[in-house]
Structure formats: C-alpha cells, structure tokens
DNA sequence: TAACATAAACAACGTATGTAGTGTAGTTTA
DNA sequence: TAAACTACACTACATACGTTGTTTATGTTA
C-alpha cells in the first residue's frame, strides 16, 4: 500500500521530487511559525523559491498540500511501527492508540494556533487511513466488519483528541490504559 | 441553552432579523443548488438583495455561517423531541442515533455534492453539541464521564456518516438496530 | 416628535486565488 | 548526441476576499 505509494514517488522526475520536497518542507516551517489559516499559498512558494504557478501544478490548494502531508506522516509512523500488515490483538490496539494520540501531541506543537478548520481537515485524512488500517486488521472474520471498524475508527480519533486538548495531560500510558477498554470492547469478538 | 439563544434573537433590532434570515434563506437554497464549495459570499448577498459589506457584519465568512446555520438545525431538532433535558436511558439514545442519523441524510439530500470538506465542518460543530447534550445525560453520575461521553459522540457520529454514505440504506430503525449496542456497551453503566 | 443610535448601502482599495499562454531549461529515450 | 518531452519560470488577467470610510435610512429612547 504505502510502500506502492513509494515506488512510483521514486521513479518520479528528480525536478518533480525536488519542488514537491521545497514545498512539503517550506509548508511545515510555515505551519510552525504561523499557523494554517495565515499560510498563503504565496508564502508557501515564496519559501520554497518557486513560482506561485508552479504550486498549483502538484496541488489544486493548500488544503490538498495538507491531505498529502498528514498522510505521508501516518503511513511513516504505520511503518515504523510495523502495524501496517497485522491483525487485531489487544497490544496493536494499544499500539495504534498510542500512535495516534502521539500524532496528534506532535501535530498541536508543530502548529501554531491549530484552529477548529484545520482540524477538521486533518481529521477527515486521517481518518480515512485509519479506517482502511482497522479494517485490514479484522479482514479475515466471518463477521461483519464494517460497523465495529466505523466506530473504532471514530473512538480511536476522538480519545486521540480528547487527549491532545487537555490542559494537563497525564501520562500516555496511563491514558491509553483508561482508554483501552473502551474502543475494545467492540471488537474482542476478533482477537 | 437554546431557548436562551432564542430569547437573545427575538430581542434583536428588527432589521437585524430580517437581514439574517434573508442570507440564511439565501444561502440554504445556494447549498442546494450548488453546493458549499461553489457558494461565494457574493452568491449570498445577491440572492438576498443586500449589500455584500453586510454579510461581515454578520458572520466573519462563509465557515461561520454554516456553523450557524448547523446549530440552529441540530438544536430544533433536539427540542422537537425533547431529547434536551434527559438523562441516559436506551430509548433516548435510540432516538439520538435517529436523529443524528436523519439529520445527515437530510444533509446529503439539501446540498449538491457535498465535498469532504463540507462535511469536515459540519462535523466539527455538531460534535460540539451531540458532546454537550451527552455530557448532560450524564452528569449525575459519581462515575467519570469524560471518556464515555466523547467515546460515545464520536461513535454515533460516526456510524451516522457511514449510513449515510451507503448507497443502499437499509430501513433507519434497522441499522439503528445494528448501531445501538455498538454505543450503548459503554453507557449502560449509566442506566 | 426630537435626539440619538446604529444597521445597511455604497465606493474604493489591497491582497490572495486560480487559470491561460509563452518561452526556457532540464530529463529521458532512441 | 539529437529529438522529443515536460517541469518550471514569467507575465497577465479575471474573480473573490476582507477592510475602511462615508452617507443614508431605519429603529429606539427621552
């Protein structure tokens, strides 16, 4: 899957790797010295020393930019933690947990005034991907899938961001002991 | 909550009224027949017959209005069913899946090609809400309830947005069937 | 009804967006 | 290495956005 997704990266035109490389870059400083909602696609371009034109030439809109580098960062945490081709088991399931509410910590300190929007957008990539992540995992049962890995999907997301709002946050480990039970309960019929 | 707002509305200056009906009105039959994306703030105040300086004088854009306009359909809602001032029990989350659940399918039908974008807004404000009415369902409890209320919004939520993305919908009481203990397993404690 | 307060209209401006056309320079393939 | 391809630069344009200042009209209060 993501590693398709490689592939046909590494057999790009180098000039093609290298602006999109300038513009994924210069859009993450950005995003760290002033947020998403003041980021221009100007700005953008205006970092990675290319012309304005030439953006829109691999993204439609900053909103796409985003899509693309929330899901690059998913698909290298996946990776990194092998969590990509397994199935479900309580300690994946802590694993992704963690990995998502860890994605979300490292996203707020990467972003400066991370507003209700980008949020919203982030969330909606990410979610895709999750989804895709859960279902994978819970393929080879009889039973149905679809409904369980919804709202696993979905309350895996929304602890992450309960977590990642909280003014004093304790512990990840202790966290995602609180929250383990909740998203599992749904789907130890699959273990 | 709501009969508050509603008391602060009626209280308004006459023209302030009528001028944001007139680009509520607007922009709703604008939703339908372009859809969000396409919709301009120009789009708006022509259809309404005002001056486009006026719309900021309302809203601060575009975003704003629709948040508005998602709040003031989720709240009729609820009261019409007077899901507001209960507290948990399986019946009332019968009926808040229902309604969660009309109420995007609803959506879908009223606005011409909604984009993920769209939908990324319209989540994010009636989340908020769906949070606050189960937080009040069960704030009597000694228990903690932070974590089931937000498991619990987001689930419902989220298996809402699946039924209304499937392209053969079963009968809404059937999948509220299927829906149901998928949520309730983490507030029947609550009961 | 007179005085006041303020909503809305209108004109004007600077900025960002997204698109089109043309030329140039770097990359691939034969 | 020559020919074909295409990513990028540059100029230019039409459109939408959000704001400011001024005037007019509508509503409120004394």
Redesign the interface.
Known sequence: MSSKLKELEEKLDPRVKRTRNLILTSFQSLLTEKGFESVSVQDVTNKAEINRVTFYAHFSDK?ELLDYTVQKAFMSEVEKRNLNMCSYSPDNLRNLILIVCEFLVTLHSRCAQPH??F???V??TFKKHLFELLSRWLKESKLPT???A??A???I???AT?YSHLKKRPALETFVD??FP??A??LEQFA
């Open positions: 909103y209700e929007q949020e919203s957008l969330e909606g679809e409904l369980p919804t709202v999907t979905w309350a997301y929304g602890l309960h609180e929250a909740l998203v309960v749904n």
